[in-house]
């Protein structure tokens, strides 16, 4: 089975500190992609990053990276320079891209950021 | 220019009623889903369809039924509403299964309340 483990239900974080918001998987399929979304209070689900399961790279979109630890099944998202905005719900998720495209999603973390 | 618009975004009902929340998206994409996020923000797949065929059944009561017209819209019709289906309701798209790995495109999610 397919999973996502999200350890940190709350997060806090300094205004303009970074913070990495913690995801690791578990999945026997050698192609799988890994995805961070933003969820804020307002309810509608953003798309943050993606990480492919062959990429050699981290991933980085701006002020987002993905800490990508293939040996350790970790997808981390760091979020340097935290912003008042950053304060939301973020969901890991991962999809197989063999079988359907089918996504499982983390419990996910509500970041906080003080300022 | 929206990608993926559901509607209603609010729907409070009585239990017992039967209901219908529409979904379209202008992505071209192959693939639409229905995911329930319950009070916990728990957020769990419920049905996916792939160019009009269902793919993805959870374990859904068959109180719910997706309909799929064409491969840009997937409705979700839910008969006899019961308290415990109060939740919000997001629709998503992506590209089908063997064409990479894209990203969920959601909806701005439907928030049902059964009283």
């Known amino acids: 089975a397919q999973k996502i483990t999200q350890t940190q239900p709350g997060m806090f974080v300094q205004e303009k500190e970074a913070v990495t918001l913690d995801c690791t998987y578990d999945?026997?399929?050698?192609?799988?992609?890994l995805f961070w979304y933003k969820q804020p209070s307002s309810g509608e689900m953003i798309f943050l990053i993606y990480q492919g399961s062959y990429d050699q790279q981290n991933a980085t979109e701006g002020r987002y990276s993905l800490n990508f630890q293939k040996a350790r099944k970790s997808a981390n998202l760091v979020i340097s320079a935290s912003q008042l905005g950053d304060s939301a719900m973020y969901f890991c998720?991962?999809?197989?891209?063999?079988?359907?495209?089918?996504?499982?999603f983390g419990t996910g973390t509500s970041l906080t950021v003080i300022p | 220019d929206t990608a993926v618009s559901q509607t209603p975004k609010y729907l409070v009902t009585q239990m017992g009623n039967d209901k219908s929340i529409k979904c379209e998206q202008n992505?071209?994409?192959?693939?639409m889903y229905w995911y329930k996020q319950d009070s916990k923000k728990f957020l769990k797949i419920m049905f996916s369809?792939?160019?009009?065929?269902?793919?993805i059944n959870e374990t859904v009561p068959n109180r719910f039924s997706p309909k799929s017209p064409d491969k840009a819209h997937l409705n979700l019709h839910i008969n006899s509403l019961e308290l415990g289906d109060s939740a919000v309701y997001f629709c998503?798209?992506?590209?089908?299964?063997?064409?990479?790995?894209?990203?969920?495109?959601f909806g701005n999610g439907t928030r049902l309340t059964v009283t």
């Open positions: 998720a991962m999809s197989r891209i063999n079988t359907g495209n089918q996504f499982y």
């Open positions: 998503a798209s992506s590209q089908g299964p063997g064409q990479g790995t894209s990203p969920l495109h």
């Open positions: 999945t026997s399929d050698p192609s799988y992609g």
């Open positions: 992505l071209g994409h192959d693939t």
């Open positions: 369809y792939n160019n009009k065929e269902l793919i």
